[in-house]
């Protein structure tokens, strides 16, 4: 059972919860696009759900919301270190399914990994996701193959209709800042994707050998190892760490960690000059495989969630989900 109000009355109870939860959504920013007098739609905090985009697929992920492109991680001085202060608000983010399904990918890789990642525990325990149904597909989007186009995971449900906001509200917590008079009461389901345009099969027999297919050769001359597919990416989580020291002392400065991407030069290479995957195509298959084979040996699912954000920003056109369905092929290569 769900209910409904008003947009109006809706931001009413939005501003209440506003008061202890920074509320993020997916906002169009217009002329921020790539190109000249072109938009972009990026995950900003909201004051109204009007500003929210439900039409439209964000350009970016809302991981940069729980994993800062630039995070400081702490501050140091001569003797001694002293972690950022910490905002006290909760977060409130609008999610579609397959991003729910990105943040659980993040969980494995930051906290079930080995050790506790402490970053990001104290930003992911703030968390509350409210999902945004997909009533259709997006293009490049390929989320039915992967599993991610539904999802029980979040916390409350949003749709607008009619000038009216229609919610399914699961969490107590976020339930106490609704007064729901029974008369609004509704039955409110979420809307899933059940097919993409798009469709994606990973080869059963996936292993190691298709190292060797030719198939990576093309891309050797296609990509140009901008990384933008990684920094799109909803799963994509590795980092490099910086130390910066201030002009004024320079034994003051702070640590920070800082987005880094597989794809561009210098991720890989090692003291003494040393570089692994110096040639693109080996970055290329390095990705895709750890997308569909490495991460599942491990966690039991695939990492890829199929929101085809790297086939949307590829300046090159290179099609992420061509590239797997071009495994079913290698693999008979190789065989």
Not at 59 to 70: N, R, Y
Not at 107 to 129: A, H, P, Q, S, T
Request: hydrophobic share 35%; aromatic share 12%.
């Amino acid at each position: 059972m769900g209910f409904k109000l008003t947009i109006e009355k809706f931001d009413e109870h939005l501003e209440a919860l506003r008061q202890e939860y920074k509320v993020y959504a997916p906002v169009i920013l217009k002329g921020k696009g790539t190109f000249a007098d072109t938009d972009t739609i990026r995950y900003k905090e909201i004051k109204s759900i009007r500003e929210v985009e439900f039409k439209r697929k964000s350009s970016f992920s809302p991981k940069e919301i729980i994993i800062p492109i630039t995070q400081t991680l702490f501050y140091f001085t001569e003797n001694d270190c002293v972690e950022p202060k910490e905002d006290d608000k909760k977060i409130l983010i609008f999610l579609r399914s397959c991003d729910i399904h990105a943040m659980i990918r993040l969980d494995e890789i930051y906290l079930r990994n080995g050790n506790e990642d402490y970053y990001y525990k104290v930003l992911r325990d703030k968390i509350k996701f409210v999902l945004m149904g997909c009533s259709e597909s997006f293009e490049n989007c390929f989320c039915a193959s992967m599993g991610s186009n539904k999802t029980e995971d979040y916390d409350m449900y949003t749709r607008i209709q009619d000038h009216e906001v229609f919610v399914n509200c699961k969490s107590e917590e976020l339930m106490n800042y609704f007064n729901i008079d029974k008369i609004n009461q509704v039955e409110v389901s979420p809307e899933f994707v059940e097919a993409n345009e798009i469709v994606v099969t990973i080869p059963e027999n996936l292993d190691q050998r298709v190292f060797k297919s030719k198939m990576w050769d093309e891309y050797s001359s296609r990509c140009i190892a901008c990384g933008r597919c990684n920094f799109v990416c909803g799963t994509c989580s590795c980092f490099t760490m910086q130390d910066i020291f201030y002009k004024e002392n320079k034994n003051l400065g702070e640590r920070r960690r800082v987005w880094a991407s597989c794809h561009v030069d210098g991720y890989s290479d090692m003291a003494g000059g040393h570089g692994f995957r110096k040639d693109k195509k080996d970055r290329m298959r390095f990705k895709v495989m750890h997308k569909v084979y490495d991460f599942k040996k491990r966690a039991g699912y695939h990492m890829c969630i199929g929101c085809g954000r790297c086939d949307d920003i590829c300046p090159e056109y290179i099609s992420f989900s061509n590239c797997i369905n071009k495994l079913n092929t290698a693999m008979d290569e190789v065989e």
